[in-house]
């Protein structure tokens, strides 16, 4: 029988990769990428942070593990995702209805 945890054991946080929006970012602007890769230590990752997958966010131990990974069915999915652009701030608010009306 499991030990029983909090509410919150069920959140896959270790898995949790970045969000589109932040890919979409990291796509337009390599700033933005480097930023990212400024707060991680290449020694704590896997391969030294040599092998990165941009689109999904995720670090490889070698060239040969980031090439299969590519070719595969989660990738091909996650760059099915990016294709569709990011709601802006301005479009989430349309749709809670905090629209800006000046009337006529």
């Not at 991680?40 to 995720?58: S, T």
């Not at 060239?63 to 989660?74: F, V």
């Not at 990738?75 to 569709?84: C, E, M």
Request: net charge positive; with cysteine; proline share 6%.
């Amino acid at each position: 029988m499991p030990a029983i945890r909090g509410p919150k054991s069920r959140s896959k946080t270790r898995r949790h990769t970045r969000d589109l929006d932040q890919i979409h970012a990291d796509v337009k602007s390599k700033r933005h990428l480097e930023q990212y890769h400024e707060t991680k230590a290449p020694e704590d990752l896997p391969g030294f942070g040599q092998h990165y997958c941009v689109e999904c966010a995720k670090w490889f131990e070698s060239e040969t593990n980031l090439i299969k990974h590519a070719k595969g069915k989660p990738h091909k999915r996650r760059l099915r995702q990016l294709k569709d652009e990011p709601y802006s701030q301005k479009e989430a608010e349309a749709a809670v209805g905090l629209t800006t009306d000046n009337g006529k």
